[in-house]
T-cell receptor, first 110, second 113 residues
Framework: EDKVVQSPLSLVVHEGDTVTLNCSYEVTNFRSLLWYKQEKKAPTFLFMLTSSGIEKKSGRLSSILDKKELSSILNITATQTGDSAIYLCAPVGSNYKLTFGKGTLLTVNP | NAGVTQTPKFQVLKTGQSMTLQCAQDMNHEYMSWYRQDPGMGLRLIHYSVGAGITDQGEVPNGYNVSRSTTEDFPLRLLSAAPSQTSVYFC????????????FGPGTRLTVL
């Protein structure tokens, strides 16, 4: 059975802080790993990672995959209140199925 | 492109009633899937389809049926609604080959009394 563990489950920081969110997985026939941001609606796509060690960046967000350790991290620098959301990771396995972690609830206080 | 659309946005059912949640996409995506999201449980896969005429079960398929007669549509049927099916339901689609990124619809909030 595919498993995904995200940590921490919740995190409260102040604006300007840097955060690191973790995702560990055990997935059959691993293809890639996706990160999503979810506010009070549907998840929106952030990154897709397929190769180990290659950082993907988008503004203040960055992410990297470690296939040897079966893990990925999502970094957010200089956090803003608009970064408050649930961050979901989802490895893609057999038949393109996504298995979602429970998410990390990030709260950024002004 | 409208992307992934879902109807209705909200629905209240009584135990035992049946209904169909609609999902459509206009991106010519082969892969479509249904998830439910419950507090503290993340998103769980109900059913998915890798193309028209092909469907398969996900993690939590009991109580739900799907069919995929066209590439565009992927309806989810609740056969006999139960309070345990109270949840937010998301439909998603992606290209089956190449990009694995799934695009989500806006969701349907279902309450079963």
């Amino acid at each position: 059975e595919d498993k995904v563990v995200q940590s921490p489950l919740s995190l409260v920081v102040h604006e300007g802080d840097t955060v690191t969110l973790n995702c560990s997985y055990e997935v059959t026939n691993f293809r890639s790993l996706l990160w999503y941001k979810q506010e009070k609606k549907a998840p929106t796509f952030l990154f897709m990672l397929t190769s180990s060690g290659i950082e993907k960046k988008s503004g203040r967000l960055s992410s990297i995959l470690d296939k040897k350790e079966l893990s990925s991290i999502l970094n957010i620098t200089a956090t803003q209140t608009g970064d408050s959301a649930i961050y979901l990771c989802a490895p893609v396995g057999s038949n393109y199925k996504l298995t979602f972690g429970k998410g990390t609830l990030l709260t950024v206080n002004p | 492109n409208a992307g992934v659309t879902q109807t209705p946005k909200f629905q209240v059912l009584k135990t035992g009633q049946s209904m169909t949640l609609q999902c459509a996409q206009d991106m010519n995506h082969e892969y479509m899937s249904w998830y439910r999201q419950d507090p503290g449980m993340g998103l769980r896969l109900i059913h998915y389809s890798v193309g028209a005429g092909i469907t398969d079960q996900g993690e939590v398929p009991n109580g739900y049926n799907v069919s995929r007669s066209t590439t565009e549509d992927f309806p989810l049927r609740l056969l006999s609604a139960a309070p345990s099916q109270t949840s937010v339901y998301f439909c998603a689609s992606s290209r089956a080959t190449g990009a694995d990124t799934q695009y989500f619809g806006p969701g349907t909030r279902l309450t079963v009394l």
